[in-house]
């Protein structure tokens, strides 16, 4: 019954979407170009660094909440928190009043990390940096990341139930970049040194003449 309590509020705090909210106020349906997805990502890409930033924050905010707060509730229930962290990703992913189409959970599922462990987050980050700026490609942060975690947590707890909650949002997160795996194969993925230049540090992407 608790454990349904933590899922519960993970999920609706993780069922927030800051993007979607602001696409109704600037009348602009961001599921309809760039990634088609509810995230900072296709924030980026349609309201610049500013927005982007502030969704990317608040993702990965609800997650850490949702940890803290399940966590505090529920502090006499093992997991707790990775019940209602990993519910958070899931609500991110999956928001019931959106028919279950919302984003691909990326900053959400960093900060259900940043609540487990801030030192497994830095080392994660790292780790998937490096994989990243090696393969020239974003979605690799989040598929090794989504490998790497499960493992990290499970050894952390020295217990196969915490993997298996940590592997369930993990699939989440993985089943939702496969569309990235294919558009590597196609040759068509944006490769992460102009995604960063684009859209973060904006030293491109400007019109001819400016």
Known sequence: MYYLACAGLGYLLGSISPSYILSKVKNIDIRKDGTKNLGASNTFMHFGTFWGVFVMLFDIFKAFAAIKLCAFLFHEIPYAGLVAGSASVL???????????????????????????PLLFLILLILCLIIAFILNYGCTMALSATVLFPIMVGIKYRSVAAFIIAAVCSASVFYKHTENIKRIKAGEETKFSVFIKKYVLKLSGKKKGE
């Open 91 to 117: 609500g991110h992913n999956y928001p019931f009043y959106l028919k279950f189409k919302g984003g691909k959970g990326l900053a959400s599922f960093g900060g259900f990390v940043l609540g487990v462990s």
